[in-house]
């Protein structure tokens, strides 16, 4: 039996220990396949909930960490069976957790404003033969999708919470994840992006009933379809977007 010779590998004792204090109980009772399924049921609900420990283990925004490991189990149970929608955005609601714990942070939104009007990208410059800020694409444009500086200033003078998703996304984007540095292009930049706002879509499949743009519908037309692919896709996502969190913000 599978579960039987997993409990008795080396390093699993703790399963065994949990399998016994759990069903000892009830092996008077024991009724076959549905003690079976609901043994198998336990045991991998409890491998989930080590790797949510373990994904989140040094993550340094403490005050969301048990929330985001509650949604990380959630997202697990929904890829099991296989409910695209609520998997979409059992994954969105922890990378919009952090997003939002970045954005309502004062300082964060102060750097955004004081560095908004500064060039986006770093590039090579031949006379000095350094790296340096240069280029017309303001960090401000990066992070607000437009070219008019009333609209960058616009968005500015609102609280950052109110802010569109997308609009705070590529803020953390821009700042943590990419430590305020782009090289050469935006090229990379956006193809994170690109990921992070599909699944922001993929989201909405659970808010449907509003006016879908042309754009969120070319969206939803390759999402459904391809949803084999996009289970593999939004995880790599979030692991990268969580590992990037580790390493650039500091406890």
Avoid at 69 to 92: G, H, Q, S
Wanted: glycine content about 4%; aromatic content about 14%.
């Amino acid at each position: 039996m599978f579960v039987c010779d997993l409990s008795e590998m080396k390093g699993n004792e703790w399963m065994r220990e949990k399998l016994e204090e759990k069903f000892a109980k009830k092996a008077a009772n024991f009724n076959g396949s549905t003690q079976l399924e609901e043994i198998y049921e336990f045991c991998l609900q409890t491998i989930v909930k080590e790797h949510a420990d373990k994904f989140y283990q040094n993550f340094p925004l403490l005050a969301i960490k048990d929330k985001l490991i509650e949604d990380f189990v959630r997202m697990e149970k929904f890829r099991r069976e296989d409910n695209f929608e609520d998997f979409c955005l059992a994954v969105y609601q922890q990378v919009e957790s952090i997003v939002n714990t970045i954005i309502n942070d004062v300082t964060f939104v102060q750097k955004i404003k004081e560095y908004s009007s500064l060039p986006a990208l770093i590039k090579y410059d031949e006379q000095t033969q350094s790296h340096i800020r240069k280029g017309n694409l303001s960090i401000g444009k990066l992070v607000f999708l437009t070219k008019e500086d009333d609209k960058i200033v616009e968005n500015m003078n609102k609280p950052a919470h109110n802010w569109y998703f997308n609009h705070k996304l590529r803020a953390v984007l821009y700042f943590v994840y990419f430590n305020g540095e782009l090289k050469g292009n935006i090229d990379l930049f956006d193809r994170v992006y690109s990921i992070g706002n599909y699944l922001y879509q993929g989201r909405n499949l659970n808010h449907r009933g509003g006016i879908t743009t042309q754009y969120q519908q070319e969206v939803i037309d390759d999402l459904l379809p391809n949803q084999h692919k996009y289970y593999f896709k939004f995880m790599g996502f979030l692991e990268d977007f969580v590992s990037r969190i580790n390493q650039n913000i500091k406890n």
